[in-house]
């Protein structure tokens, strides 16, 4: 079987892994979190969103994979504008985001998604990483995925201003370093087979990734930007679904698809898994100020045709207060 037939059917399972949400993931859950939290109710033009990340003001950035984009939403969860206009600068489907403070940009993750049945706004080929200045908008990088079949989920940086990207059509992490106009593989290994999507940096200085489909959670060494050995570590509670990840104190806060905010801590190669809130198909998570805020992408009901005189499903950003 050629390796592109191969993607071609990696990203079906992964359409119809998204789709199993409906049946066994979101069911039972709360369209709204519990009692304590506040929430951003989204624009229509910005469903299904995949990711939300936050400048040091507090300010959220939300992309949307259905519609593309990227949504600012101020401080005060009040006010609502475009950072990024659908389609605008060649993006398409956008998936992860990532504020990067020192270089005073959003890093973008933009993907032809049409093998998770998704169009998206442009015919652009291809996966994508672009950096946007945070200040003015205008595009500062972009740079495409290399290989035939790639989907840029989500992204992590280093002390050093390097960018790891997970592409969760191949068992890669790839890098890109400052300066640089083309990624390099960081890390290739079958183990990582089963949708990369979350990725953080560890207070250890290791790389921590999880598996949408696997429900796996893995440290990749890293010794002076050097992969090592790759470790799938023990959780004390099965993952389902494991999305976005983001470094917090001493370890990690992770949203499930199933439903789960959970603050993650690794002792040698177990990860104590221990649950915060429930939230309706949640995709990404960033903390800003005293609040965890988390987008509530509800990605299973993409599958799920619409019924007769029913409206669509309604989109949120929700918080809790810090513990």
Same mark, same amino acid.
């Given at each position: 079987?050629?390796?592109?037939?191969?993607?071609?059917?990696?990203?079906?399972?992964?359409?119809?892994?998204?789709? #199993?949400?409906?049946?066994?993931?979101?069911?039972?859950?709360?369209?709204?979190?519990?009692?304590?939290?506040?929430?951003?109710?989204?624009?229509? =033009?910005?469903? @299904?969103?995949?990711?939300?990340? =936050?400048?040091?003001?507090?300010?959220?950035?939300?992309?949307?994979?259905? +519609? &593309?984009?990227?949504?600012?939403?101020?401080?005060?969860? !009040?006010?609502?504008?475009?950072?990024?206009?659908?389609?605008?600068?060649?993006?398409?489907?956008?998936? &992860?985001?990532?504020?990067?403070?020192? /270089?005073?940009?959003?890093?973008?993750?933009?993907?032809?998604?049409?093998?998770?049945? %998704?169009?998206?706004?442009?015919?652009?080929?291809?996966?994508?990483?672009?950096? @946007?200045?945070?200040?003015?908008? =205008?595009?500062?990088?972009?740079?495409?995925?290399?290989?035939?079949? !790639?989907?840029?989920?989500?992204?992590?940086?280093?002390?050093?201003?390097? %960018?790891?990207?997970?592409?969760? @059509?191949?068992?890669?992490?790839?890098?890109?370093?400052?300066?640089?106009?083309?990624?390099?593989?960081?890390?290739? +290994?079958?183990?990582?087979?089963?949708?990369?999507?979350?990725? !953080?940096?560890? &207070?250890?200085? +290791?790389?921590?990734? +999880?598996?949408?489909?696997?429900?796996?959670?893995?440290?990749?060494?890293?010794?002076?930007?050097?992969?090592?050995?790759?470790?799938?570590?023990?959780?004390?509670?099965?993952?389902?679904?494991?999305? &976005?990840?983001?470094?917090?104190?001493?370890?990690?806060?992770?949203?499930?698809?199933?439903?789960? %905010?959970? /603050?993650?801590?690794?002792?040698?190669?177990?990860? /104590?898994?221990?649950?915060?809130?429930?939230? !309706?198909?949640?995709?990404?998570?960033?903390?800003?100020?005293?609040?965890?805020?988390?987008?509530?992408?509800?990605?299973?009901?993409? =599958?799920?045709?619409?019924?007769?005189?029913?409206?669509?499903?309604?989109?949120?950003? /929700?918080?809790?207060? #810090?513990?």
């Amino acid at each position: 079987m050629g390796i592109s037939r191969r993607l071609s059917r990696r990203g079906k399972c992964f359409h119809r892994a998204v789709a #199993l949400w409906l049946a066994i993931g979101t069911i039972g859950f709360p369209a709204l979190a519990s009692e304590g939290s506040t929430s951003v109710r989204l624009p229509d =033009s910005s469903r @299904f969103p995949e990711s939300v990340t =936050s400048d040091a003001n507090g300010t959220l950035f939300v992309s949307s994979i259905a +519609n &593309g984009g990227v949504l600012k939403v101020a401080a005060n969860g !009040a006010v609502t504008s475009q950072f990024l206009k659908p389609g605008d600068h060649g993006t398409r489907s956008t998936f &992860g985001l990532l504020a990067d403070p020192k /270089r005073g940009v959003i890093w973008v993750a933009s993907n032809d998604a049409t093998a998770l049945g %998704l169009k998206g706004p442009t015919d652009t080929e291809g996966a994508w990483i672009k950096a @946007f200045d945070i200040a003015t908008g =205008s595009m500062k990088t972009s740079v495409r995925l290399p290989g035939a079949k !790639a989907l840029a989920n989500d992204m992590a940086l280093d002390g050093d201003g390097s %960018l790891y990207v997970t592409n969760t @059509f191949a068992p890669q992490v790839l890098r890109l370093k400052p300066g640089a106009t083309e990624f390099e593989v960081f890390v290739d +290994n079958p183990a990582l087979a089963k949708g990369l999507d979350g990725i !953080a940096i560890g &207070g250890d200085g +290791n790389l921590y990734v +999880n598996t949408f489909m696997g429900g796996e959670l893995f440290r990749v060494a890293m010794n002076q930007g050097v992969a090592g050995e790759v470790t799938q570590l023990e959780t004390t509670r099965p993952l389902k679904f494991p999305d &976005g990840l983001r470094s917090f104190k001493e370890g990690f806060l992770m949203v499930e698809g199933s439903g789960a %905010l959970s /603050r993650v801590t690794v002792s040698g190669n177990t990860a /104590r898994i221990e649950p915060i809130r429930q939230f !309706a198909g949640p995709t990404g998570v960033t903390v800003a100020g005293d609040r965890i805020w988390v987008s509530e992408g509800q990605l299973g009901l993409m =599958s799920k045709p619409a019924e007769a005189g029913r409206d669509g499903p309604t989109f949120h950003l /929700r918080s809790v207060d #810090l513990e």
